[in-house]
């Protein structure tokens, strides 16, 4: 079992900043990719970013404003710039266990955390 925790949401003005970490516990922490995705109200959940196992690949699907990385000490982080309404969503940590790259589809996910909600007024 793994679980993933979400924090660093909030609310900010429209080109302002924030960075979301997700801390993970239980089995070994290197074993998985992890990932980022979000849900907006009344839209279904979609891929924002992934690391690979190692932190050695990366793939974001807007990779001038979200940067996905990852420390040694069991922690994935989301930095977002130059946030956009658009943005507002809960964002969700996920980790993939024995997946090579960087998985981008929701099947390929075997834990999530709960979300942390993310506002972007303008």
Request: hydrophobic share 35%; proline share 2%; charged share 15%.
């Amino acid at each position: 079992q793994v679980q993933l925790v979400e924090s660093g949401g909030g609310l900010v003005q429209a080109g302002g900043s924030l960075r979301l970490s997700c801390a993970a516990s239980g089995r070994t922490f290197s074993s998985y990719a992890m990932g980022w995705f979000r849900q907006a109200p009344g839209k279904e959940r979609e891929f924002v970013a992934a690391v690979s196992w190692n932190g050695g690949r990366t793939y974001s699907t807007d990779s001038g404003r979200f940067t996905i990385s990852r420390d040694n000490a069991n922690t994935v982080y989301l930095q977002m710039h130059s946030l956009k309404p658009e943005d507002t969503a809960v964002y969700y940590c996920a980790a993939a266990l024995n997946r090579i790259g960087v998985p981008k589809g929701l099947n390929e996910y075997d834990y999530w955390g709960q979300g942390t909600q993310v506002t972007v007024s303008s």
